[in-house]
């Protein structure tokens, strides 16, 4: 379980294809720690497990996890965000994010206002119903607030700050981002889905 509040910039150094998958490895920004084998990592809005305990990130990428995010388009030298798993007692200053990737989504575009600028994804109507406006989302592991959404597309506004601890700094318009909807909106939306359909039948 994570925040979607990204801890730092990580360097993709190695990603080195295997049969059924991938191994990947990510330096940390300075001072970040080192890595305990086991525990769980959001790289870029995905949840990976750490193979071995050491200072530089290293984990392997099933089929499943290529097939359905970006982490199978990184080259060396690229950039992920990088979070640790969520310990209890911490403070909860995004929202809860799985590090399940439901969709890749494209940048449509990334304009600037004042202090902020305003992205624009599009998004497959088969997951448009569980983005609310004002309601959290996670972009590449980045919990962002929705500000304002239609049937095939929604905006978030992105502050400086976000912009510069994260890669949403340096993405360009069509960029791909592993997006994953608010657990809250999914579940809710299937709950309240079962209480209509009950109270058709009686």
């Known amino acids: 379980m994570f925040t979607g ?3 730092g910039l990580g360097r993709v150094i190695a990603l080195e294809r295997k049969r059924g998958g991938a191994r990947l490895t990510v330096e940390p920004p ?3 720690g080192r890595f305990t084998e086991g525990e769980s990592v959001c790289v870029s809005g995905v949840c990976l497990t750490a193979i071995r305990g050491a200072k530089a990130f290293v984990a392997d990428l099933s089929r499943e996890t290529l097939s359905r995010s970006t982490l199978g388009r990184l080259s060396p030298g690229d950039a992920v965000n990088l979070e640790k798993a969520l310990a209890w007692g911490d403070r ?8 399940h990737v439901d969709e890749v989504l494209r940048l449509v575009s990334a304009r600037g206002a004042g202090n902020s600028w305003t992205y624009r994804f599009s998004v497959p109507r088969s997951l448009s119903r569980f983005i609310v406006e004002k309601g959290s989302v996670a972009l590449d592991g980045v ?6 959404r239609r049937t095939a597309d929604f905006d978030v506004a992105v502050i400086p700050q976000t912009r510069r601890r994260t890669t949403l700094g340096v993405c360009a318009d069509g960029t791909l981002f592993n997006f994953e909807v608010d657990v809250f909106a999914r579940y809710g939306a ?12 009686a």
């Open 30 to 32: 300075a001072r970040y």
């Open 143 to 148: 919990s962002l607030t929705v500000a304002s």
């Open 190 to 201: 299937s709950g309240w889905r079962r209480r209509v359909a009950r109270a058709s039948r």
């Open 92 to 99: 909860l200053s995004g929202h809860f994010v799985l590090g």
């Open 5 to 7: 509040i990204v801890t």
